[in-house]
């Protein structure tokens, strides 16, 4: 479940930065947005991270031993 959620959350990144680009050609003149898209992958990618910081934390994720 939570690989799930963490793959789900890269498609909504790469997404939201395509639509980024899109809006940037699309509307040349007002960039809100293009500045809205990218806020969005921002955010999303930052969440990742602390997921992913909170599932090494609990044991979600196992670490690395030799």
């Known amino acids: 479940m939570f690989k799930l959620i963490i793959v789900l959350m890269l498609i909504g990144v790469i997404g939201s930065l395509f639509s980024g680009l899109f809006f940037l050609y699309r509307d040349p003149d007002s960039g809100v947005r293009t500045v809205k898209a990218l806020t969005l992958r921002i955010g999303l990618s930052?969440?990742?991270?602390?997921?992913?910081?909170?599932?090494?934390?609990?044991?979600?994720i196992p670490g690395y031993t030799q």
């Open 46 to 60: 930052i969440a990742i991270f602390v997921l992913l910081l909170i599932g090494f934390r609990l044991g979600w």
